[in-house]
């Protein structure tokens, strides 16, 4: 089996690598599971030493948007392709190019290169709830339709119609995975409009002082890391008819106020820790924010087997245990 992560040197495509390389199987485009011999890791960077140094890894650093380097990438005998590479929310508002040309033209170019494959390797592409927007109802459910109010909501909304079209014509096997906000991200922030519901957990348990740009009553939809690589996977290995004529769906999640994420930090902190969030309003952020749907329905998810946490604590709890006490060791 052979697997490509694009977006490799993300957390996202880390924490996925690391749980292939324990022997993870992963069905072919045959139906046989089979474990990984081959990771290929694609990202503008490399990612950690620890992975980059498996026999089974072969690391690329390189561009999403070449389409040649791309093609060359996904080639022989590659049965799976994680499509993780692209320019967060808040990036892709500020330089519409630089989003169009890695959210839009490298998810082509991913796709355009599984359809030269001899068999159809199944596709996981990870998606947004960034679909969404406008005059929305106050729960999204399977049947709303996608209305994103962002360029990065628009192009992840593009990627799934070519995802779906190109498995409609049997050129690929792909899954579109629209995702709440993942928290608790490890590292540093990003220029995503939501790093800070991340930042105002993460850095207050490391004894740093944090900005919030947004009021406590803020709702976020939200699942942690451990969940969405659960996602990803089971995703990857449900069959394509269980998917029927979209395969695109949202993720089960929790919805938190800004407020009772903060609860869940004393709970794991203490005061201490919450004393270090700052509230600073940045009005472009809560511009964004504001324009996401915070509640939703996912029957269809949960029907298919995907699973949301079961509080904010337990994702408190899963960063604690996966990302502090690893650095820490």
Not at 15 to 38: F, I, M, Q, Y
Not at 106 to 133: D, M, N
Not at 250 to 260: D, H, R, Y
Request: some cysteine.
């Amino acid at each position: 089996m052979h697997a490509v992560i694009t977006g490799a040197a993300g957390f996202l495509g880390q924490k996925l690598a690391r749980k292939l390389l324990t022997g993870a199987a992963l069905s072919g485009p045959d139906g046989a599971r089979s474990e990984v011999k081959k990771l290929t890791l694609f990202d503008v960077a490399a990612p950690a030493p620890d992975i980059a140094q498996d026999r089974r890894v072969s690391c690329v650093v390189g561009d999403i948007g070449d389409g040649a380097l791309v093609r060359g990438l996904i080639a022989g005998g590659v049965s799976s392709v994680f499509h993780f590479a692209a320019v967060v929310s808040a990036g892709a508002e500020a330089d519409f190019d630089l989003g169009m040309r890695v959210n839009l033209d490298g998810t082509r170019h991913v796709l355009e290169a599984c359809r030269r494959l001899k068999a159809p390797p199944r596709v996981v592409f990870t998606s947004s709830v960034a679909v969404y927007g406008g005059d929305m109802p106050k729960i999204i459910k399977d049947d709303t339709p996608v209305t994103p109010q962002t360029s990065y909501g628009a192009q992840k909304a593009i990627g799934e119609y070519l995802l779906n079209d190109m498995s409609r014509k049997g050129f690929i096997d792909g899954r579109a995975l629209r995702l709440p906000t993942i928290v608790v991200r490890p590292g540093k922030p990003n220029k995503a409009a939501s790093t800070w519901a991340s930042s105002i957990i993460r850095e207050p348990l490391q004894g740093q002082d944090v900005e919030c740009p947004v009021d406590p009553a803020t709702e976020m939809y939200l699942l942690s890391p451990r969940r969405v690589v659960e996602a990803f996977l089971h995703a990857h290995e449900l069959p394509k008819e269980k998917f029927g004529f979209n395969r695109a769906l949202f993720l089960p999640g929790l919805t938190a106020t800004v407020a009772e994420m903060l609860a869940g930090l004393k709970r794991a902190g203490g005061q201490k820790a919450v004393d270090r969030v700052k509230f600073v309003p940045d009005p472009a952020i809560r511009r964004i924010v504001a324009g996401w749907p915070m509640r939703f329905d996912a029957a269809r998810a949960r029907a298919l087997g995907f699973k949301a946490d079961d509080s904010f604590d337990q994702i408190v709890r899963g960063f604690v245990e996966d990302d502090l006490r690893r650095n820490a060791a």
